[in-house]
């Protein structure tokens, strides 16, 4: 039986088997530590009894008001271990935290819009569309002429805080957004 515990610093010598994937984004080790030290709790590594790392979470506290929420910066699985509800234990444990700890209105994650998978997944998990925003995500160099900025789709899921569901909205695959005109 594998384990859900807090993700560490020295995990980051461990998750190339997580971090070698396409829709995975992977960071520089500053940024890793920046959310380990700020938001710890948010941060959490599903482990197999082996040791090997099989996926992680990381996510921060963030926004003013009735946009304050939780939010999820990257969930990744191991192709080997996707498909046994490892995403979903993560993303339930990250939005409780957000929802006790840190009294947030939603939890909100950005996903490329061609990742249909993974738009699903977050569909099933109650997750919906508030916005698209355009070229989110930056140059691979495998587009034509090499540029191939991608769009995302904000995705938002809303916590009992949010009585009246301020958080989403029906028509959120219309709402078309700048990326620079989101933080």
């Not at 271990?81 to 993560?90: D, G, Q, V």
């Not at 009294?103 to 919906?128: G, T």
């Not at 034509?144 to 958080?167: H, I, T, W, Y």
Request: glycine letters at 8%; one cysteine or more; hydrophobic letters at 40%.
């Amino acid at each position: 039986m594998s384990v859900l515990r807090p993700f560490k610093a020295s995990d980051m010598f461990r998750f190339n088997n997580i971090n070698l994937d396409i829709w995975t984004e992977t960071y520089g080790i500053g940024f890793y530590l920046s959310y380990l030290s700020r938001w710890p709790d948010l941060c959490c590594v599903q482990e197999a009894p082996s040791g090997r790392m099989m996926g992680y979470v990381l996510g921060k506290a963030e926004g003013s008001g009735a946009e304050w929420h939780g939010h999820v910066t990257a969930i990744t699985v191991a192709p080997e271990y996707r498909r046994l509800s490892l995403a979903r234990k993560m993303m339930s444990l990250l939005e409780m935290v957000s929802e006790e700890i840190y009294k947030a209105f939603f939890v909100d994650l950005y996903v490329r819009c061609a990742n249909i998978v993974a738009i699903e997944m977050y569909e099933k998990m109650e997750y919906s569309v508030y916005r698209r925003v355009r070229e989110y995500y930056g140059n691979l160099g495998i587009g034509k002429g090499g540029k191939d900025e991608e769009d995302a789709f904000d995705m938002r899921k809303p916590l009992p805080r949010d009585v009246n569901q301020r958080s989403i909205r029906p028509n959120g695959r219309d709402i078309i957004v700048s990326a620079h005109d989101v933080s």
